[in-house]
């Protein structure tokens, strides 16, 4: 499985976009981004997955770079309440994989 | 709520202790997990199980043992714990073989061993 980097924690203004960057240089062409997010002692939320596209829903959108080395996520006006860590996986697409590995993630902490 | 119900959310136990972990999920997912994660620490990926077979134990103590009578329900059975094996136990499910799958979490069962 392909591994990822994160940096180990970031500030973001209340009402400010954030960006967690992620890198997973060594990535196949069949592996697809997973985000995720953990807030406090709660069980890890999924956000958002992508493949090669750039992908949005209604938390978050997913910044893959054409070269698919790093990604982007992006909470377009944080709040309060997306304080929590963030992991970047990266999971691949063939018959038998079931396996999520988390790493250490991104601690964002959203200031008033 | 993700659709993945843990029971309990807590427990303390005695090193001499039986106890079991439950996880349920109406989903209609076939594959479910089970994930440590001790103070500070990322998760550990333990055992995954799809369609009630185990096709995943990462060197995992015998003195946890994992049971799935069904693609619903995953248990973990606990025996003769240390301390060091307290930590929040996290159950997770997913549909499919593929990547393009994603996993939802219970709120975790919070373990203290005494």
């Known amino acids: 499985d392909a591994k990822t980097t994160q940096p180990p924690s970031m500030d973001c203004a209340e009402g400010r976009a954030a960006n967690l960057p992620c890198n997973h240089s060594?990535?196949?062409?069949?592996?697809?981004v997973y985000w995720y997010r953990q807030i406090h002692s709660q069980g890890p939320q999924y956000i958002i997955h992508?493949?090669?596209n750039n992908e949005t829903n209604e938390m978050a959108s997913l910044i893959i770079t054409e070269d698919r080395k790093s990604s982007t996520l992006i909470l377009p006006h944080a709040t309060l309440r997306d304080t929590a860590v963030y992991y970047c996986i990266v999971r691949p697409d063939y018959s038998g994989t079931y396996k999520y590995i988390f790493g250490t993630g991104t601690r964002l902490k959203v200031l008033a | 709520e993700t659709g993945v119900t843990q029971t309990p959310r807590h427990l303390v136990m005695g090193m001499t202790n039986k106890k079991s972990l439950k996880c349920e999920q109406h989903l209609g997912h076939n594959a479910m997990y089970w994930y440590k994660q001790s103070a500070k620490k990322p998760l550990e990926l333990m055992f995954v199980?799809?369609?009630?077979?185990?096709?995943e134990n990462n060197s995992v103590p015998s003195r946890f043992s994992p049971e799935c009578p069904n693609s619903s329900h995953l248990f973990l059975h606990l025996h003769t714990l240390q301390p060091e094996d307290s930590a929040l136990y996290l159950c997770?499910?997913?549909?499919?073989?593929?990547?393009?799958?994603?996993?939802?979490f219970g709120q975790g069962t919070r373990l203290t061993v005494v």
């Open positions: 992508g493949l090669k």
């Open positions: 060594t990535i196949s062409g069949n592996e697809y």
């Open positions: 199980y799809n369609f009630k077979e185990q096709t």
């Open positions: 997770a499910s997913s549909q499919g073989q593929g990547g393009d799958t994603e996993a939802f």
